[in-house]
């Protein structure tokens, strides 16, 4: 296992999960991917994370992202325990969810880190773009569970910038005003990217109205 970095291209795998066997870049096509690990089946704060990802499934979907699973346990662990996640979250889990009892792919991505849990895979969450290069990356205890609206706050950033040359400031939330990337840097340039206007606090700290949203 390498050390992945932002920009990487993630390593490609195959393997068994709940829908059947993948090829990842495969699956992925020219979608954006989330590929998340939970510690262990059968536990609950992993039971309410999986309930909560599928159902944000419209979420996920609007944003052109596949979501993928992964922990240590077999197949028919993960099959038995998603029954227990839809009947306690309401939920109707359809995202695969990849078995790696030999914990191949947990290594590759380097889930597994051993002073805080000895065999089993922490809380990562990979953010893969289109070109299927690691955009972001999170990392959480056992003992937290993830903030899903956080993630796709993460991923509506990542798309604003890739879609509108503008960065998000601290604690953005949508509807917020959004930053013009300090390469930009010609103000006819700024004029046409930016139609709705921009406030200039300092010539490096330029605020505009979210592009893909029309002026209040
Ligand atoms: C849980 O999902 O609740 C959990 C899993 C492993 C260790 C601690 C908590």
């Not at 992993?46 to 077999?74: M, Q, W, Y």
């Not at 380097?110 to 895979?121: C, E, G, S, Y």
Request: aromatic fraction near 8%.
């Amino acid at each position: 296992m390498a050390t992945l970095h932002l920009g990487d291209i993630v390593p490609d795998f195959e393997t068994e999960t709940t829908s059947g066997t993948i090829r990842f870049h495969d699956w992925l096509g020219s979608s954006w991917g989330l590929l998340f690990s939970h510690p262990a089946d059968f536990t609950p704060v992993c039971t309410t994370e999986l309930g909560r990802v599928a159902n944000l499934n419209e979420e996920f979907k609007k944003r052109n992202v596949k979501c993928l699973a992964i922990s240590v346990d077999p197949l028919d662990s993960h099959k038995k325990w998603i029954n227990d996640i839809n009947e306690t979250q309401n939920a109707n889990v359809q995202f695969p969810i990849i078995a790696d009892p030999e914990r191949k792919v947990a290594e590759l991505y380097d889930m597994i880190h051993p002073n805080a849990l000895a065999t089993q895979t922490v809380r990562s969450v990979y953010f893969i773009d289109p070109n299927k290069k690691l955009r972001a990356q999170i990392t959480y205890p056992a003992s937290t569970g993830r903030n899903f609206a956080e993630i796709l706050r993460v991923i509506d950033s990542l798309q604003l910038t890739d879609n509108y040359q503008v960065a998000t400031p601290a604690d953005w939330q949508q509807g917020d005003e959004c930053v013009i990337v300090p390469s930009i840097k010609d103000p006819e340039e700024i004029q046409t990217k930016f139609p709705q206007g921009y406030r200039q606090l300092k010539p490096y700290l330029r605020m505009t109205p979210q592009p893909n949203l029309k002026k209040k």
